[in-house]
């Protein structure tokens, strides 16, 4: 499975944006689709998972209550709605499939190219 991450761009503190990834392959053998974000020079972060088949979400603290992840099958097509957003929301935001629903980004292969957030304040 291949994933390509879009809809990013230059937001001001306090503005929304949505990210879209469009996946190609054999989507069906995986369980979840996750949001991972990268910042300069940090850690790669979990934001959000979907049960591809369920539509079961889960999100970290830090984008809760703000972000919100959708999957659209029939399309092959993962959302990320994202809301409130801050200056520290700033990274590439990335979308992987997983085999197990899991935050680590360890448990994830398959990474494709992410797409560029910028927020201003």
């Known amino acids: 499975v291949q994933l390509q991450a879009s809809g990013g761009g230059l937001v001001q503190a306090g503005g929304s944006l949505r990210v879209s990834c469009v996946a190609s392959?054999?989507?069906?053998?995986?369980?979840?689709m996750g949001w991972f974000r990268q910042a300069p020079g940090k850690e790669r972060e979990f934001v959000a998972l979907v049960g591809w088949s369920t539509g079961a979400t889960y999100y970290s603290d830090s984008v809760k209550g703000r972000f919100t992840i959708s999957r659209d099958n029939a399309k092959n097509m993962v959302y990320l709605q994202l809301n409130s957003l801050k200056p520290e929301d700033t990274a590439v935001y990335y979308c992987v499939p997983g085999k197990l629903s899991s935050i680590r980004s360890t448990d994830y292969d398959s990474w494709g190219q992410g797409t560029q957030l910028t927020v201003s304040s």
């Open positions: 392959g054999r989507t069906s053998s995986y369980e979840v």
